[in-house]
């Protein structure tokens, strides 16, 4: 059982990064997904969300309109994304993947985690 994020990088404010998640080894085509971010000495914060069939989503009200949550349920390994516009130096911080059968949210709880990637915003 693997999630995978992977597409952090270093990008200047304003600009865009899409982050990606692949999930195998499990159903994950009937799993929830969700991104959080955590920055160093920080609580793990819920970023955004999307239910098993991709007709839902959910996001912090931080990110609203600048963070946008997609899925690709097409092929055994599930992708999930998380693209965000407008970036702004505040968004630095690691993004982690998330996968559950329970409630999307803050509290889940969450089966599965992915290893995290690493954005920076300059300014």
């Known amino acids: 059982v693997q999630l995978q994020a992977s597409g952090g990088g270093l990008v200047q404010a304003g600009g865009s990064l899409r982050l990606s998640c692949a999930a195998s080894?499990?159903?994950?085509?009937?799993?929830?997904m969700s991104w959080f971010r955590q920055a160093p000495g920080k609580e793990r914060d819920f970023v955004a969300g999307?239910?098993?069939?991709?007709?839902?989503?959910?996001?912090a009200d931080s990110v609203k309109g600048r963070f946008t949550i997609s899925r690709d349920n097409a092929k055994s390994t599930v992708w999930a994304y998380l693209q965000i516009n407008n970036l702004e130096p505040a968004d630095t911080t690691v993004y982690y993947c998330?996968?559950?059968?329970?409630?999307?949210?803050?509290?889940?709880?969450?089966?599965?985690w992915g290893q995290g990637t690493l954005v920076t915003v300059s300014s």
């Open positions: 080894g499990r159903t994950f085509s009937t799993y929830a």
């Open positions: 998330a996968a559950t059968k329970g409630r999307i949210g803050p509290t889940g709880p969450y089966d599965y």
């Open positions: 999307i239910n098993w069939s991709g007709t839902s989503t959910y996001y």
